[in-house]
């Protein structure tokens, strides 16, 4: 699975390489490589990461799931012991 980015995000990604390549190695890219490690990046390595955010918001989700029970419970058959005085 490939992951895509609207226009304006992937403009923006190209200008960051670009600019982390201007200011961390010794010589600069231009928008052409930048946009192919960018698309390299998203075919190879970008579905980790999603599927990683995956991961972490479905034990998000299931750990609320799990939460409901505390804080919607109803205690059952409460007549008797409210009877007893």
Known sequence: MTIELDRDTKARAIESIQRYFD???EESIGNITANALLN??????????????????QAKIQQHVEDVDIEVHAE????????KR
């Open 23 to 25: 200011e961390n190695m």
């Open 40 to 57: 390299f990046f998203l075919q190879d390595i970008a579905p980790s990461v999603y599927n990683q955010a995956v991961q972490d918001v």
């Open 76 to 83: 059952e058959f409460q007549y008797w012991p409210s009877q």
